[in-house]
């Protein structure tokens, strides 16, 4: 992977615990979520993994004592501190979190942590006495008080034998925490920017369009009491219909099961199963300029519903026939009207690009968002998203970003194609 294409520059700062071992395991998650991770220990963290560990496999000078004359660069605390998005600490000692809180620089570092504008995130890991400690609980409560950000230890057994809380968290679960922090950050950072009184004036971009997309799973019912459905959140759809109603759009919402609330500004019309959310659709398209399809529709359902609880017998299996639900994308391209955009949405466990591109073809759509629902943060519920946004005119592969920033991108390629 080319240093051009890593998304998110991390410090990771490991301390003298015996969990340091599992730093290494956040250094590999962080990386193969392209973040490039550079490394900085307490002299005892060394006692537990050796630098050449952390060197090896982030192909960098790790940093322990910046007075070392092996330390290629002079004013190391400074050049590493301020070119981070990240300062990530894992494990944190009880001595580090005391020196943090109290502005003690006396070593890499903690002079790091004061000589930093980054985020920083501390994973703590010790003794639960330690933990409970008054002393500790204080310097915890005052770095949070200064804007510190916690990934809490969990109980469990101790490296000393004894049972309580102190035990280092889950690796994946810091590792997605981070990524999370990270995108926030972005976000928020691209909001500010976004202040400005020229970007203020082009929001309303695609003022003047009227948006009809739907979000969600369906639920197609096999009695009164069971369905058959999906994981949708509808996340990525209310972001998609949030981002265009800010851009001056009038948004109609068909909404299926979601497991978040849609945005302020736009119309909702529910509509629960398949069928539901055809007609619903049909009936508001006249009125759209652009569709998006964004909802997770079934594409079977049981063929006759049960008007009774279906009851358990003595059969061992149970053979449901399902039949197939109306195609609504294809539905609305195949209607098209005046200039009306159609935006699909692809979401795929495999051969993403090609499975893709034949629904861009076979459906007649003018976009296609396609994603890996396998990547680590491309799932169902996620709040992030990694996606390629493919036209007739080419793909664009973007990275992990907030599902936010992710509907900004998209609504950009729409007003690219209404400008062709
Ligand atoms: N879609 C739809 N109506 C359906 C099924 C899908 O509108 N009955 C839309 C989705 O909202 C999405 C796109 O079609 O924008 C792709 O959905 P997907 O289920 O991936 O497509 P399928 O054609 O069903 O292909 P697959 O065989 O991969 O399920």
Redesign the pocket.
């Known amino acids: 992977m080319s240093e051009s294409k890593k998304i998110f520059r991390v410090g990771l700062g490991v301390c003298g615990g015996i969990a340091a071992y599992k730093a290494i395991e956040v250094l590999r998650l962080l990386q193969k979520a392209n973040c490039e991770v550079r490394v900085a220990m307490t002299r005892h963290a060394t006692e537990f993994v050796q630098p050449l560990t952390f060197r090896a496999l982030t192909e960098n000078y790790v940093l322990v004592d910046d007075y070392d004359e092996n330390n290629p660069d002079p004013i190391a605390h400074i050049n590493f501190s301020q070119n981070i998005d990240l300062l990530l600490i894992v494990p944190a000692t009880a001595n580090v979190i005391a020196k943090f809180a109290n502005g003690i620089a006396d070593d890499f570092l903690t002079s790091t942590y004061l000589a930093s504008n980054a985020p920083v995130m501390i994973a703590p890991a010790m003794n639960v006495t330690m933990w409970n400690h008054a002393a500790t609980q204080r310097n915890i409560a005052a770095l949070r008080k200064d804007g510190v950000y916690f990934v809490e230890p969990i109980a469990g057994e101790l490296a000393c034998k004894t049972v309580g809380t102190g035990k280092l968290e889950d690796v994946e679960n810091i590792a997605d925490q981070a990524l999370k922090l990270l995108v926030e950050s972005r976000e928020s950072r691209v909001e500010r920017e976004n202040q400005t009184l020229d970007s203020r004036l082009s929001t309303l971009d695609l003022k003047g369009e009227s948006l009809l997309i739907?979000v969600g799973g369906t639920r197609e019912a096999i009695d009164p009491v069971r369905f058959i459905s999906n994981h949708s959140s509808g996340k990525m759809g209310f972001a998609v219909a949030e981002m265009a109603a800010k851009r001056g759009v009038r948004v109609t919402v068909v909404c299926g099961v979601t497991t978040v609330s849609p945005p302020a500004n736009v119309e909702v019309v529910r509509a629960v199963s398949?069928e539901e959310m055809f007609q619903a659709v049909m009936k508001k398209l006249p009125e759209a300029t652009i569709f998006i399809?964004?909802?997770?529709?079934?594409?079977y359902r049981p063929k006759n519903v049960a008007d009774a609880k279906i009851k358990k017998t003595d059969q061992v299996t149970l053979t449901l026939e399902l039949e197939k639900?109306?195609?609504?994308?294809s539905n609305v391209s195949g209607n098209r009207h005046g200039n009306l955009l159609v935006v699909?949405?692809?979401?795929?466990t495999n051969d993403v690009a090609a499975?893709a591109k034949s629904?861009m073809v076979r459906?007649n759509l003018d976009l296609v968002v396609a994603n890996d629902i396998t990547k680590k943060g491309a799932g169902f519920n996620s709040d992030t998203n990694i996606a390629t946004i493919i036209s007739r005119k080419g793909e664009i592969d973007l990275p992990l970003m907030s599902k936010r920033e992710l509907a900004d991108k998209i609504l950009d390629e729409v007003i690219k194609l209404r400008q062709n």
């Open positions: 739907t398949a399809g964004a909802a997770a529709v079934a594409d639900t109306p195609d609504i994308l699909g949405f692809a979401a795929e499975y629904k459906k």
